[in-house]
């Protein structure tokens, strides 16, 4: 699904002659309003008089109700009401008396991005349709925060695209493009207070998660899922049972016979005997650590590299599998990590939310941790805002990791830059978190706890979305339920004590799915680790990431010494961690070697005409 927003002005409708469009549906003025290519199953078209409204995605909607309720609506700010009930992940946009309101999901799988053209200002639903259209050109300081481990840039800058003048919306916000081409951003969306018990949340999870599935196995076909023995894939698995869905897994076999995740997947596939399952050797070719971005992708990430561009053969593998068996959409637990487990600041969170309990809950995870009385206490009582921490965590960019031992608290988890980055690229990607810090949004959230989950969830709804356009026209798309708007909130709406009470593993997600998943496998307490993947995947692909040093394009632009990255490939040293830095830089090397600097405008062509439906 791509597609082109433009605004109800003569500048607007110019641009339609350059975009690559099968379908448009246009401004009651008649000019061009959106123009691209999509599932006539996923789109549905309202209309009430004048007025338009489009919804792109996965959903439930009523159009009668939808219809009067836009004949109805006094401004674009009115759309707000409309917005907040939608289930699924979904592109929304209203045109009103000449005025366009267009948004994403909360967390970004659907996404909007802007440019200005000719003049006036468009929003699409990818990087690739504006670039097409501007030409725009690299931003080689906003590449070189790529290389930052672990997880790529913190937020703000996470979703920022490595093209000069073009812009990601800001999470939350809707953007309004005026008669006359001028563009603005308004909040709409922030999470709810906190105050839902155990058993409320767990309601209200299960029931967004209700709509969730249901929105997507009513669109027919066959539905494929990981089924990693993990309690989020599981619960999606089960769900998608429950709904009827026909269901075909994945299970990945770990390497490390200690992880346990296989005996888990089986036991649950057991319990769904309709559906079919398949496990895939933990030693087969595509593994989890490769070089990224390959001759067969040239194009496919304009936003730019990502962290998880070493999995991009997993991923293109398990599409291959999953389209053979009939599936159109392919369902993860992103996200359930964030919802449902803890983050570094709910400690932090914890301690001042319920002071009693919550302290007895830290202390716990401190032992737990291995940390020192004084570095806990010391976490525990910093008072910084989100710009101070942010601030802190640019000074500290090119500093040694800390100990693994040594707890942080802080709003922002503390990225480094390689040890190979050059002296220029640590001070430009300094300076990017400075500005970001001083002249940024702010925080997601007034919570640390609750800003850390939203800014992770952010990463992921950003990995779905890349994931998709990097899988292209394969016929599957990736989905995540978890990173729906109302699954996010009810959520993120329950107490923290609430989420994390004591002895109990993801105790809001295994209360939700009560009486659906086997309580056996409910009782799980532990997770997969898959360090021995990485360490595997380096050791096989070796010849492959050393062949990036040479001629380094990272080097040309001088952001990395190429002789410091070939050591570390070389001897990247015992611990997981030591893998990030390496991680980022195959990810940015890659990436180069297989997406051109500018994007030549299409000539122009004849598009289609009008249509409402």
Known sequence: MEFVVLPDCPAGAAAVGRLRATRRVDHASGRPWIVGDWPEAEAVVVQAGPRRMVVLGHTRLDETAAAAALGRLRSLHDVDSLASRLPGAVHLAVSLDGRTRVQGSAVGVRQIFTAVVDGVTVAASGVEPLLRLTGAGLDETVLAARLLAPGGPPWP???????????????????????????????????????????????????????????????????????????????????????????????????????????????????????????????????????????????????????????LAHIQDLAKRATAEGATLHLTGFGGDELFGRMPACAWSLARATPVDGLRLVNRYRLANRWPWRATVRSLLDRSTFTQNLGRVAARIDAPPPPVDEPDFGWVFAPR????????????????????????????????????????????GTTVRQVNTALGDTGITWDAPFLDDRVVEAALATRIDQRLLGGRFKPLLTSAARGLVPADILGRRDKGEFSAEAFRGLARNRPRILELCEDSQLARLGLIDPAAFRSAVLNPGPMSHHLQPIDTTVACESWLRTHPETYPMPPARNTPTGEHR
Do not use: K
């Not at 916000?173 to 906190?194: K, N, S, V, Y």
């Not at 997507?216 to 089960?238: E, I, N």
């Not at 300094?430 to 952010?458: K, M, N």
């Open 157 to 311: 800058l996470a979703q920022r695209p490595v093209r000069r003048g073009v812009e990601a919306l800001t999470t939350g916000h809707w953007l309004e493009l005026d008669t006359d081409g001028r563009a603005r951003q308004t909040r709409w969306w922030e999470l709810p207070e906190p105050s839902l018990t155990l058993a409320q949340g767990a309601a209200a999870v299960r029931s967004a998660l209700d709509d969730a599935i249901t929105s997507r196995v009513a669109a027919g076909g066959t539905l494929s899922a990981d089924l990693s023995g993990g309690l989020d894939s599981t619960s999606l698995c089960f769900l998608a049972h429950a709904a009827g869905a026909d269901l075909v897994t994945y299970h990945v076999m770990p390497i490390d016979s200690a992880n346990a995740d296989t005996m888990w997947a089986h036991r649950a596939a057991e319990c769904l005997p309709a559906a079919r399952h398949h496990t895939l050797s933990a030693d087969r070719a595509e593994n989890l650590f490769d070089v990224g971005y390959t001759a067969d992708l040239v194009g496919a990430a304009p936003e730019g590299p990502s962290t998880w561009a070493s999995g």
């Open 417 to 460: 830059m390689p040890a190979w980055a050059t002296p220029d690229a640590v001070a430009a990607v300094r300076a990017l978190l400075t500005d970001a810090a001083t002249e940024g949004p702010g925080p997601l959230d007034a919570d640390r706890a609750r800003h850390q989950a939203l800014a992770s969830l952010v990463f992921e």
